[in-house]
């Protein structure tokens, strides 16, 4: 009989604790992040919330339509959208960068009917422990002149800088 409080006390414990549970997420390590609440995903004509796709971001300028991007030289699963701010003298895409690399946007060329802009994610060499994580940063890159009906042709390339000592 000295038992019996005891074991009610821990029942009622372990009731208390299964009931404030909070219900796990299925995301581990490395895994694409959660989609969000519905209704708040916009369509782009890519496939939303597909394994490996990059969360979608809200423009804060003009969008460039779907027909004036040339993403054809981007690898699978890579960032697609593209806007333009300051009356279309800059041109912003969302970049791709993992671990300890940084990406940054750079215009390698532009003319009357194109703008290519280069995607670089740049990683220290030698580089030290890195986290295994991908982040998707707007990167902004300054034009001669206003975008206006150009195409975008965009690029993505990596390259190893020296590290700081």
Do not use: H
Request: proline share 12%.
């Amino acid at each position: 009989m000295r038992r019996l409080p005891t074991l009610l006390g821990a029942c009622a414990m372990l009731f208390a604790l299964t009931a404030c549970a909070e219900e796990q997420s299925d995301v581990g390590f490395g895994a694409p992040p959660p989609p969000p609440p519905s209704g708040q995903q916009r369509s782009t004509g890519e496939s939303p919330g597909g394994a490996g796709q990059p969360p979608e971001r809200e423009p804060k300028g003009t969008e460039v339509p779907a027909g004036q991007v040339d993403a054809s030289a981007l690898p699978d699963g890579y960032p697609r959208q593209v806007w333009t701010r300051n009356s279309g003298r800059e041109v912003v895409a969302i970049g791709q960068e993992g671990g300890c690399g940084s990406v940054r946007a750079e215009v390698t060329e532009q003319n009357a009917e194109r703008v290519e802009l280069a995607l670089v994610e740049e990683t220290e060499e030698p580089s030290g422990p890195c986290t295994m994580d991908l982040r998707y940063p707007p990167v902004a890159a300054s034009l001669s002149e206003p975008l206006s009906d150009r195409t975008v042709v965009l690029t993505q390339r990596e390259v190893k800088v020296p590290a700081d000592e």
